[in-house]
Protein backbone atom coordinates (compact mmCIF):
# COMPACT_ATOMS: atom_id res chain seq x y z
CA UNK A 1 0.00 0.00 0.00
CA UNK A 2 1.29 3.35 -0.89
CA UNK A 3 2.03 5.67 1.89
CA UNK A 4 0.38 9.30 1.58
CA UNK A 5 2.52 11.99 1.69
CA UNK A 6 2.81 13.97 5.16
CA UNK A 7 4.30 17.37 3.80
CA UNK A 8 3.54 20.34 1.06
CA UNK A 9 6.53 19.39 -1.28
CA UNK A 10 7.16 23.42 -2.00
CA UNK A 11 7.32 24.35 1.77
CA UNK A 12 10.02 21.18 2.85
CA UNK A 13 11.62 22.38 -0.96
CA UNK A 14 12.03 26.43 0.72
CA UNK A 15 13.32 24.68 3.56
CA UNK A 16 15.72 22.43 1.70
CA UNK A 17 16.90 26.21 -0.44
CA UNK A 18 17.63 28.04 2.70
CA UNK A 19 19.42 25.50 4.26
CA UNK A 20 21.83 25.23 0.79
CA UNK A 21 21.77 29.10 0.64
CA UNK A 22 23.07 29.40 3.86
CA UNK A 23 25.54 27.47 4.29
CA UNK A 24 26.24 25.70 0.70
CA UNK A 25 26.27 22.74 -0.81
CA UNK A 26 29.25 20.78 0.59
CA UNK A 27 28.82 22.39 3.78
CA UNK A 28 24.86 20.71 3.89
CA UNK A 29 24.52 16.77 4.50
CA UNK A 30 21.86 14.68 4.43
CA UNK A 31 21.36 14.38 7.87
CA UNK A 32 21.37 18.56 8.38
CA UNK A 33 18.60 17.87 5.45
CA UNK A 34 16.51 15.74 7.13
CA UNK A 35 16.51 17.63 10.36
CA UNK A 36 15.79 21.22 8.70
CA UNK A 37 13.26 19.82 6.43
CA UNK A 38 11.39 18.04 8.72
CA UNK A 39 10.63 14.75 6.99
CA UNK A 40 12.33 11.45 7.07
CA UNK A 41 15.44 10.24 5.12
CA UNK A 42 13.39 8.33 3.03
CA UNK A 43 10.58 10.94 2.24
CA UNK A 44 13.63 12.70 0.95
CA UNK A 45 14.85 10.22 -1.21
CA UNK A 46 11.89 9.51 -2.61
CA UNK A 47 10.40 12.50 -3.59
CA UNK A 48 13.15 14.97 -4.12
CA UNK A 49 16.09 11.84 -5.15
CA UNK A 50 20.03 12.81 -3.92
CA UNK A 51 21.56 15.43 -2.59
CA UNK A 52 22.77 16.60 -5.51
CA UNK A 53 19.21 16.40 -7.74
CA UNK A 54 17.39 17.98 -4.44
CA UNK A 55 20.07 20.73 -4.53
CA UNK A 56 19.06 22.12 -8.27
CA UNK A 57 15.17 21.74 -7.47
CA UNK A 58 16.20 23.98 -4.91
CA UNK A 59 18.19 26.29 -7.35
CA UNK A 60 15.40 25.98 -9.61
CA UNK A 61 12.61 27.09 -6.94
CA UNK A 62 15.09 29.67 -6.20
CA UNK A 63 15.20 31.53 -9.87
CA UNK A 64 11.32 30.77 -9.71
CA UNK A 65 10.89 32.80 -6.24
CA UNK A 66 13.64 35.49 -6.91
CA UNK A 67 11.70 36.29 -10.96
CA UNK A 68 8.32 36.24 -9.42
CA UNK A 69 9.48 39.31 -6.76
CA UNK A 70 11.15 41.01 -9.48
CA UNK A 71 8.58 41.10 -12.14
CA UNK A 72 6.65 42.29 -9.61
CA UNK A 73 8.70 45.27 -8.75
CA UNK A 74 8.86 46.02 -12.37
CA UNK A 75 5.20 45.96 -12.46
CA UNK A 76 4.49 48.48 -9.50
CA UNK A 77 6.93 51.26 -10.72
CA UNK A 78 6.61 54.08 -12.38
CA UNK A 79 9.84 54.63 -14.07
CA UNK A 80 12.67 52.63 -15.70
CA UNK A 81 15.08 54.35 -12.62
CA UNK A 82 12.68 53.60 -10.18
CA UNK A 83 12.55 49.77 -11.20
CA UNK A 84 16.56 49.86 -11.63
CA UNK A 85 16.74 51.21 -7.90
CA UNK A 86 13.98 48.54 -6.46
CA UNK A 87 16.06 45.69 -8.13
CA UNK A 88 19.52 46.39 -7.09
CA UNK A 89 18.08 47.74 -3.43
CA UNK A 90 16.49 44.09 -3.67
CA UNK A 91 20.02 42.60 -4.36
CA UNK A 92 21.76 44.33 -1.49
CA UNK A 93 18.89 43.76 1.24
CA UNK A 94 17.09 40.99 0.00
CA UNK A 95 13.85 40.32 1.51
CA UNK A 96 14.18 41.96 4.73
CA UNK A 97 10.50 40.74 6.05
CA UNK A 98 11.52 37.42 5.38
CA UNK A 99 14.07 34.99 7.53
CA UNK A 100 16.25 34.36 4.16
CA UNK A 101 19.66 34.34 4.29
CA UNK A 102 21.89 37.41 2.67
CA UNK A 103 23.42 37.55 -0.83
CA UNK A 104 22.08 35.23 -3.41
CA UNK A 105 22.11 31.19 -3.72
CA UNK A 106 22.28 31.39 -7.56
CA UNK A 107 25.70 33.40 -6.76
CA UNK A 108 26.98 31.69 -4.06
CA UNK A 109 26.28 28.21 -5.99
CA UNK A 110 28.35 29.58 -9.07
CA UNK A 111 31.59 30.41 -6.80
CA UNK A 112 31.41 27.03 -5.02
CA UNK A 113 30.54 24.42 -7.83
CA UNK A 114 30.39 25.75 -11.14
CA UNK A 115 33.67 25.10 -12.24
CA UNK A 116 33.19 21.43 -11.63
CA UNK A 117 29.22 20.95 -11.62
CA UNK A 118 28.17 21.25 -15.25
CA UNK A 119 24.70 21.27 -13.97
CA UNK A 120 24.96 24.06 -11.15
CA UNK A 121 26.73 26.10 -14.20
CA UNK A 122 24.46 26.00 -16.10
CA UNK A 123 21.79 26.68 -13.56
CA UNK A 124 23.86 29.84 -13.01
CA UNK A 125 24.22 31.00 -16.29
CA UNK A 126 20.38 30.96 -17.10
CA UNK A 127 19.61 32.95 -14.19
CA UNK A 128 22.27 35.01 -15.00
CA UNK A 129 21.45 35.61 -18.56
CA UNK A 130 17.83 36.11 -17.52
CA UNK A 131 18.73 38.85 -15.14
CA UNK A 132 20.88 40.68 -17.58
CA UNK A 133 18.10 40.30 -19.69
CA UNK A 134 15.35 41.91 -17.60
CA UNK A 135 18.34 44.63 -17.29
CA UNK A 136 18.07 45.13 -20.72
CA UNK A 137 14.36 45.39 -21.05
CA UNK A 138 14.26 48.43 -18.07
CA UNK A 139 17.12 49.88 -19.80
CA UNK A 140 15.21 49.96 -23.11
CA UNK A 141 12.37 51.42 -21.22
CA UNK A 142 13.66 54.13 -19.58
CA UNK A 143 15.80 55.43 -23.14
CA UNK A 144 12.57 55.04 -24.56
CA UNK A 145 10.86 57.58 -22.56
CA UNK A 146 14.18 59.75 -21.97
CA UNK A 147 14.89 58.79 -18.21
CA UNK A 148 17.85 56.68 -19.77
CA UNK A 149 21.17 57.86 -21.82
CA UNK A 150 21.44 56.42 -25.09
CA UNK A 151 24.75 56.71 -25.32
CA UNK A 152 25.41 53.15 -25.24
CA UNK A 153 23.46 50.25 -26.49
CA UNK A 154 20.97 48.80 -23.86
CA UNK A 155 22.55 45.30 -24.12
CA UNK A 156 25.94 46.45 -23.52
CA UNK A 157 24.42 48.16 -20.13
CA UNK A 158 22.31 46.07 -18.86
CA UNK A 159 25.65 43.72 -19.12
CA UNK A 160 27.52 45.84 -16.46
CA UNK A 161 24.28 46.34 -14.50
CA UNK A 162 24.38 42.83 -13.84
CA UNK A 163 27.75 42.27 -13.32
CA UNK A 164 27.29 45.12 -10.92
CA UNK A 165 24.47 43.27 -9.26
CA UNK A 166 25.97 40.26 -9.16
CA UNK A 167 29.12 41.85 -6.97
CA UNK A 168 26.29 43.49 -5.15
CA UNK A 169 24.58 39.84 -3.80
CA UNK A 170 28.22 38.44 -3.34
CA UNK A 171 29.50 41.28 -0.99
CA UNK A 172 25.74 41.23 0.56
CA UNK A 173 27.15 38.02 2.07
CA UNK A 174 30.11 40.18 4.05
CA UNK A 175 30.21 42.14 6.72
CA UNK A 176 30.62 45.90 4.52
CA UNK A 177 27.61 48.28 5.46
CA UNK A 178 24.73 47.67 3.25
CA UNK A 179 25.01 51.45 2.95
CA UNK A 180 27.69 51.03 1.45
CA UNK A 181 26.44 48.61 -1.25
CA UNK A 182 23.17 51.15 -2.18
CA UNK A 183 25.81 54.06 -3.09
CA UNK A 184 27.23 51.76 -5.46
CA UNK A 185 24.42 50.92 -6.75
CA UNK A 186 23.22 54.15 -6.53
CA UNK A 187 26.12 55.67 -8.97
CA UNK A 188 25.65 52.82 -11.11
CA UNK A 189 22.35 54.10 -11.75
CA UNK A 190 23.23 57.31 -12.03
CA UNK A 191 25.83 56.65 -14.47
CA UNK A 192 22.71 55.35 -17.17
CA UNK A 193 20.91 58.84 -16.33
CA UNK A 194 24.03 61.02 -17.34
Not at 11 to 32: I, P, R
Not at 109 to 120: F, G, K, N, T, Y
Not at 155 to 171: F, K, S, Y
Amino acid sequence: MARYKEFEENVVLDKAMNLFWEQGYEKTSMTDLVEHMGIHRRSLYDTFGDKHTLFLRAMDRFRTKVNSKLAEVVKGSDTAVEALQLILSYMIYGNEDEDSPSGCLMVNSAVELAMRDVDVDSKATESFTLAEQLFKDIILWGQKNGELNLDYDAGVLAEHLNVVGIGLRAMARTSIPKEKLQRTANISIELLTT
